[in-house]
């Protein structure tokens, strides 16, 4: 039986996605172990058909800490039992890289996202550097790895050569109860993670148009901000901050399709790859920018706009039928199979 070791930054805590794939490896037959950090406050670690492992740091925020946590996972992927080597990231890349040269075992790059061009680096050009020369040194040493759309794969093949697979990253299938059923109470939820580039700024100033309160569940690296935006437009009465909540309790997986799995419609901007899938499934209310007033104003839209919302409604139950993590996991299982 062939193990697999996937590293992570995180303390394992709220990651769902790397729970769905640990899940649906281990019930095909592999040995999974996640490697993530403990942070102050992170909750007992679950039982499960895996295993999970926390590093110590004593840095947790700047490069310190990624010194660190770098430096730590090198030594235990030096030595402990495994087949296959999966970075999730480009946060964990160079010890994975490193372990299985010097080992001799297979590794993988799992690019959930393109690190790079994330907001927080973009706006800090010296760092933004340091990581994209690591992802060019680094990623055309990853000839297998993953991605979760078409268009990050046809990026990594354009910028460094490999030609990674897709698995998209969406939620398990689950049954829905009562779902005619609707409370006459309204309100807006946002899950998933509170960090900078997720629209904030906008989205606290426009719910002084909103008729209905906003809860937001998630924590993050904008969450100081977000409570001083909240503070500053006096809006304490109407956005309330609900922390992070266990996967089992409240899933904070891809959040696109985490409202459709649960037939909630959804405002979301009018990108590229939405539009594709919204096109075809007609599940989300797009907008084509993110001032305050086009949120608001969407947000009004879907509260009191009682046919447009039951149309919405309608089409995530259609769409959740076919956009499951059944499907996904297919591919992802097939691609360790071949390896």
């Not at 070791?5 to 899940?23: G, K, P, Y």
């Not at 087949?83 to 372990?99: E, V």
């Not at 790859?273 to 075809?280: S, T, V």
Request: proline share 5%; aromatic share 14%.
């Amino acid at each position: 039986m062939q193990r697999i070791i996937f590293t992570v930054t995180n303390n394992l805590s709220f990651d769902q996605r790397m729970h769905r794939i640990a899940h649906s490896l281990s019930a095909a037959g592999y040995q999974v172990l996640l490697v993530g950090r403990n942070t102050p406050g992170a909750p007992a670690l679950p039982e499960g058909p895996f295993q999970q492992k926390r590093l110590p740091c004593f840095f947790q925020t700047g490069p310190l800490f990624y010194l660190e946590f770098n430096f730590r996972l090198l030594l235990f992927l030096l030595f402990e039992p495994v087949d296959i080597i999966c970075a999730i990231d480009l946060d964990t890349i160079l010890p994975c890289l490193m372990a299985s040269s010097i080992r001799g075992k297979k590794r993988v790059y799992d690019a959930h996202e393109y690190f790079t061009q994330q907001k927080e680096l973009i706006r800090r050009p010296g760092v933004q550097r340091i990581w994209l020369a690591i992802e060019k040194w680094a990623v055309p040493q990853f000839p297998n790895g993953y991605t979760v759309n078409a268009h990050l794969a046809q990026l990594f093949k354009e910028n460094y050569g490999v030609n990674y697979e897709i698995v998209r990253n969406i939620c398990f299938h689950y049954p829905l109860e009562n779902t005619d059923n609707q409370s006459n109470e309204k309100f807006i939820l946002y899950q998933g993670a509170v960090n900078e580039g997720r629209c904030f700024e906008q989205l606290i100033p426009a719910m002084k148009w909103v008729d209905a309160p906003l809860f937001i569940v998630g924590g993050g690296n904008f969450m100081d901000q977000t409570i001083k935006l909240i503070r500053h437009y006096k809006l304490e009465n109407k956005v309330f901050l609900k922390g992070c909540l266990q996967p089992q309790v409240y899933s904070l997986a891809n959040r696109f399709f985490d409202y459709m799995m649960a037939g909630v419609p959804q405002i979301c901007v009018n990108y590229p790859l939405y539009k594709e899938i919204n096109d075809q499934y007609g599940f989300a209310y797009l907008v084509d920018d993110t001032h305050p007033l086009t949120i608001g104003d969407a947000l009004n839209k879907l509260l009191k706009d009682g046919v447009v919302y039951k149309e919405l409604k309608q089409n995530c139950l259609n769409a959740r039928k076919e956009l499951h993590w059944d499907k996904e996991a297919e591919n992802l299982i097939h691609f360790y199979n071949r390896l």
